[in-house]
């Protein structure tokens, strides 16, 4: 039950997180021509982060908690299950 609503909310996270990234403009020319350039035109003129920038950390950052947050749930879960059908398959000894 947990883990189902974890993972539908990991999906939104995902989603906004998309949604989040191709709607921030573009920082300019990133091919090689830029790397001549100076370092105001490969990191940005604006030399502030805007709220989408901050916005899509925070997400990234819950999108990456929550992707190994998932993995060891799931993992424990897994485990009491192999635990659980081990005991029921376990032979019982012949007097």
């Given at each position: 039950?947990?883990?189902?609503?974890?993972v539908?909310?990991?999906?939104?996270?995902?989603f906004?997180?998309?949604?989040?990234?191709?709607?921030?403009?573009?920082?300019?020319?990133?091919?090689?021509?830029?790397?001549?350039?100076?370092?105001?035109?490969?990191?940005?003129?604006?030399?502030?982060?805007?709220?989408?920038?901050?916005?899509?950390?925070?997400?990234?950052?819950?999108?990456?908690?929550?992707?190994?947050?998932?993995?060891?749930?799931?993992?424990?879960?897994?485990?009491?299950?192999?635990?659980?059908?081990?005991?029921q398959?376990?032979?019982?000894?012949?007097?």
């Amino acid at each position: 039950m947990i883990i189902s609503l974890l993972v539908g909310l990991f999906i939104f996270c995902a989603f906004v997180l998309g949604v989040l990234v191709m709607i921030q403009q573009g920082k300019g020319d990133m091919g090689l021509g830029a790397l001549h350039s100076g370092t105001q035109t490969l990191f940005g003129g604006s030399g502030g982060q805007t709220f989408f920038q901050k916005i899509t950390w925070v997400f990234g950052a819950i999108f990456l908690i929550g992707s190994l947050s998932l993995t060891v749930l799931k993992m424990r879960q897994l485990d009491s299950t192999r635990i659980v059908v081990a005991e029921q398959s376990a032979p019982t000894p012949i007097e």
